[in-house]
């Protein structure tokens, strides 16, 4: 059964640079598309958005306007991981970071049941 690790979250001043990585536990990850979410502070966990997602084969990479050219994310297929490079963080950038796989390998819009989800990690930009 996959199970996903986030790493990489902390504390960072406002225009400073964060890499999360997130790893799969049991399951490689190659056939899954990889959605990083940020639940912001007072926020459930049906408003957490979407801040990039790659398809199962790396060729599609979306990102809402938000983060678009802060943020850029990759997979690496021999290391079975994703990573979230996240440069010039604002401190609406702050939340808690979760990565999730979709099995169906492509990035879509559907319900938050339908991934498979990491514990998340903490980012928090201030000064």
């Known amino acids: 059964q996959l199970q996903l690790v986030e790493s990489g979250g902390g504390l960072v001043q406002p225009g400073g640079s964060l890499t999360l990585s997130c790893a799969s536990v049991g399951e490689n990850l190659d056939r899954y598309a990889i959605e990083w979410f940020r639940q912001a502070p007072g926020k459930g966990r049906e408003e957490r958005e979407g801040?990039?997602?790659?398809?199962?084969?790396?060729?599609?990479?979306d990102y809402p306007d938000s983060v678009k050219g802060r943020f850029t994310l990759s997979r690496d297929h021999a290391k079975n991981t994703v990573s979230l490079q996240m440069n010039n963080l604002k401190p609406e950038d702050t939340g808690v970071y979760y990565c999730?796989?979709?099995?169906?390998?492509?990035?879509?819009?559907?319900?938050?049941?339908?991934?498979?989800w990491g514990q998340g990690t903490q980012v928090t930009v201030s000064s």
């Open positions: 999730a796989a979709l099995r169906v390998g492509v990035c879509v819009a559907v319900s938050l049941d339908a991934y498979v």
């Open positions: 801040v990039s997602c790659i398809s199962s084969s790396g060729y599609n990479i």
